[in-house]
């Protein structure tokens, strides 16, 4: 079966710092990847989504990046965090074939930048 | 553009009311999915169902069921005899014919003993 992980599970940083998320999915190849960001008590916006290798879409500009070294990997990143990118990250994998697959969410990060 | 909402931002139940979550979308295409998400206090999301717009049957999980009217583009959810462990916010989603997920604001839902 398929499980996706992503650590680490909380995390605090002074404004200014760097960030480094990681997102690893088992059980699968090829899968589109996905990093959402959840402010607290709102929906879910889509950060960035990947279809394979090195194969980035930003959907909002901001101060975060993303990438994918290896087929099961998603890492979202930033050289230095704002106040405005606290908030929940998660991470989905859903299947590269066809449209309108389901995503499947890892547990997410707690990010809170001081 | 896609776009999904969920007019209800809280709803309080006592334990075993059914109650109904409210989930409007806006598409132009004519191929599209829609989806139910629970999200417990753990904030891990949930995957709870995928419909495709070319199935309009209502289907039934359980004490769960779901009400998919294309004439008022709407896909409602329905929880029966609802429980305390039903207490989560529930996002409703909607995806045109490609991977791109668009999702409501939410509802919360608290379910009172």
């Known amino acids: 079966s398929q499980t996706i992980h992503q650590w680490p599970a909380t995390l605090v940083q002074p404004v200014g710092s760097p960030l480094s998320l990681e997102c690893t999915v088992e059980g699968t190849s090829n899968p589109n990847l996905y990093w959402y960001r959840q402010a607290a008590g709102r929906g879910l916006q889509l950060l960035f989504y990947?279809?394979?290798?090195?194969?980035i879409s930003s959907e909002v500009p901001q101060n975060l990046s993303a990438s994918r070294p290896q087929d099961r990997q998603f890492i979202l990143s930033s050289k230095k965090l704002l106040l405005s990118d606290s908030g929940f990250y998660l991470c989905?994998?859903?299947?590269?074939?066809?449209?309108?697959?389901?995503?499947?969410f890892g547990p997410g990060t707690r990010l809170t930048v001081l | 553009a896609q776009k999904v909402t969920q007019a209800q931002t809280e709803i309080s139940v006592v334990e075993k009311e059914d109650v109904t979550l409210d989930c409007v979308y806006e598409t132009r295409d004519t191929t599209y999915y829609l989806f139910w998400y629970k999200q417990p206090p753990s904030g891990e999301l949930v995957f709870l169902i995928r419909?495709?717009?070319?199935?309009?049957q209502n289907e039934i999980s359980g004490r769960y069921s779901w009400n998919f009217q294309k004439s008022t583009s709407s896909f409602n959810f329905t929880i029966t005899a609802s429980q305390v462990v039903d207490s989560a916010v529930y996002f409703c989603?909607?995806?045109?014919?490609?991977?791109?997920?668009?999702f409501g604001a939410g509802t919360r839902l608290t379910v009172k003993p």
């Open positions: 989905a994998w859903s299947v590269l074939a066809g449209g309108g697959n389901e995503q499947f």
């Open positions: 419909r495709n717009s070319f199935d309009e």
């Open positions: 989603a909607l995806s045109e014919d490609n991977d791109d997920m668009r």
């Open positions: 990947s279809v394979g290798i090195g194969q």
